[in-house]
């Protein structure tokens, strides 16, 4: 009696839209990503993927939202280097941060640039680290919130030069992006796929891509290593998630749905012009997804130790 409701689910599925989360507001990198990604799997799955953002803390409150949902299929997270870090970095959640989600594929990996407001008193790498080091805590360092990728390579940035700035967090680096443009904020470490369009306009200044290779999208910006911060090397993978439970044959049907999606022409070009690529087509399957995030677990958790930095 069992099989045949449950081979039928799978057979209709899906059958109505398919949500998926992005734990940051709209606007940002993750948003941006995802969008691309939303339209051409909904047209092979053939029903509406509708994208809601659920920002804050870091986008653990998205997570956890889809962390606790029903696991049918229908409420699918798509979330970052993010899911690698918050284990280490928050010692109370409310979802488990480990295990807590069904993998169905890795999406991209995005490079980082590191970005100052366009009237910043800094015009290459050595003066930028010249001036934080002496204004200090006078300095605002935009993120999108503990576990954020802006975060994560905003604490490198000061590890690697010895200075504490001061944090401004936002619900994503859409948001933190509006300030910069806008000068009330002074300095951040944002993916491409948020700052290449602002970099090559003008609207912001750019110091380094945090790649050990340039970016084709930003030919003339240099490596943090070639302008003076060698091993300064941080990227922001992204994976498709369902919660806990979720059937194996609609984890696999997403799957396909999500590699039809990373070799479409379009997107292919979209992710170029941003700066950066989809995976390789094993790279988006949920073992590939589940051994990578779990090695970026093990990954982070010692040097998030060792920098003492948590949030609560
Ligand atoms: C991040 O720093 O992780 C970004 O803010 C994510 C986003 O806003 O999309």
């Known amino acids: 009696a069992l099989l045949p409701g449950l081979a039928q689910a799978q057979a209709a599925y899906p059958n109505r839209p398919i949500t998926i989360i992005v734990p940051f507001a709209a606007g940002g990198p993750t948003d941006v990503v995802t969008r691309l990604v939303a339209e051409v799997m909904s047209r092979d799955l ?12 870091g986008g653990t409150l998205g997570a956890q939202r889809v962390a606790q949902a029903r696991p049918d299929g229908y409420t699918l997270l798509l979330h970052h280097i993010g899911m690698g870090t918050t284990p280490s970095l928050y010692r109370r959640l409310s979802y488990d941060a480990v295990n807590g989600f069904e993998t ?11 970005i100052t407001k366009k009237d910043f008193p800094a015009n290459n790498l050595a003066e930028l680290v010249k001036v934080l080091r002496e204004r200090k805590a006078e300095v605002n360092l935009a993120n999108a919130g503990v576990g954020a990728a802006s975060h994560i390579c905003g604490l490198l940035l000061q590890s690697a030069i010895q200075t ?11 948001p933190a992006m509006t300030d910069l443009i806008g000068g009330t904020v002074d300095v951040m470490c944002d993916q491409t796929t948020n700052t290449t369009q602002q970099i090559n306009s003008g609207s912001v200044k750019a110091f380094a891509v945090t ?11 240099p490596t943090a290593a070639e302008a003076g911060l060698p091993g300064f090397e941080v990227s922001v993978w992204h994976g498709l998630y369902a ?3 979720t059937d194996a044959a609609i984890v696999n049907r997403l799957s396909r749905a999500l590699q039809v999606a990373l070799r479409e022409d379009r997107l292919v070009a979209r992710f170029a012009e941003l700066g950066t690529a989809p995976v390789s087509q ?3 399957t949920p073992e590939a997804h589940r051994r990578y995030w779990q090695a ?7 040097i998030i130790q060792a920098a003492g930095q948590y949030a609560d």
């Open 46 to 57: 053939g029903q509406p993927v509708v994208v809601e953002n659920v920002g804050g803390a």
């Open 282 to 284: 094993e790279m988006a």
């Open 164 to 174: 504490q700035l001061t944090t401004v967090p936002y619900r994503g680096t859409g």
């Open 296 to 302: 970026d677990i093990a990954k982070w958790r010692p």
């Open 211 to 221: 790649t050990s290779t340039r970016n084709a999208a930003l030919p003339n910006l």
């Open 104 to 114: 169905i594929g890795l999406v991209t990996e995005v490079p980082m640039t590191i």
């Open 243 to 245: 919660p806990k439970g």
